[in-house]
T-cell receptor, first 113, second 114 residues
Framework: DQQVKQNSPSLSVQEGRISILNCDYT??????FLWYKKYPAEGPTFLIS?????DKNEDGRFTVFLNKSAKHLSLHIVPSQPGDSAVYFC????????????FGQGTTLQVKP | DAGVIQSPRHEVTEMGQEVTLRCKPI?????LFWYRQTMMRGLELLIY????????DSGMPEDRFSAKMPNASFSTLKIQPSEPRDSAVYFC????????????FGPGTRLLVL
């Protein structure tokens, strides 16, 4: 069973516009949600996170929104830049202080100049 | 800070051979994770260690897979015997203390079993 789902395998946006990446989860027992970015031939790198007790976290051009009632998470990138083109993974940390990450399948973002 | 170091970066082997992947976590990090990425299953956790002790190995696919962490600065993931379906990218990640702490990933080992 896929507890963390990214239903859009790819997204293409124009430079300067907003990119919105979505993630849904099926388990309410998650403490933290994270977004990782991955370039080809590299490991994922941490981008931004949000605690389950919050509904928004912002860091520069990146904002993560959490809608607990809908079990939905989104990452907004404004403005999008060509260097943002990568695979974005949503991940969740289950309750229980284990710290293990459960990843979504990833969404490939392409930002066109 | 050199980051998480993995070796080899690429491995091509024949079915039935033993494969050993290596990982050096970031100094001072007390948790280490092994992940596998495939097209079909995405990024999945295989096993993780806290303070060199295996905590959860429920993601290890079968007995052909084993992982060790003999000290705080080194871990291995071994596949014996290897099979073509083991072909994937294997990532190692480490994390400082705290369950909410960020995991830092290595560059991965791309394994191809012929």
């Amino acid at each position: 069973d896929q507890q963390v789902k990214q239903n859009s395998p790819s997204l293409s946006v124009q430079e300067g516009r907003i990119s919105i990446l979505n993630c849904d989860y099926t388990n309410s027992m998650f403490d933290y949600f994270l977004w990782y970015k991955k370039y080809p031939a590299e490991g994922p790198t941490f981008l931004i996170s949000i605690s389950s007790i919050k509904d928004k976290n912002e860091d520069g051009r990146f904002t993560v929104f959490l809608n607990k009632s809908a079990k939905h998470l989104s990452l907004h990138i404004v403005p999008s830049q060509p260097g943002d083109s990568a695979v974005y993974f949503c991940a969740a940390i289950p309750s229980g202080n284990t710290g293990k990450l459960i990843f979504g399948q990833g969404t490939t973002l392409q930002v066109k100049p | 800070d050199a980051g998480v170091i993995q070796s080899p970066r690429h491995e091509v082997t024949e079915m039935g051979q033993e494969v050993t992947l290596r990982c050096k976590p970031i100094s001072g990090h007390n948790s280490l994770f092994w992940y596998r990425q495939t097209m079909m299953r995405g990024l999945e956790l295989l096993i993780y260690f806290n303070n060199n002790v295996p905590i959860d190995d429920s993601g290890m696919p079968e007995d052909r897979f084993s992982a060790k962490m003999p000290n705080a600065s080194f871990s291995t993931l071994k596949i014996q015997p290897s099979e073509p379906r083991d072909s994937a990218v294997y990532f190692c990640a480490s994390r400082p203390g705290g369950a909410s702490g960020t995991q830092y990933f290595g560059p991965g080992t791309r394994l191809l079993v012929l």
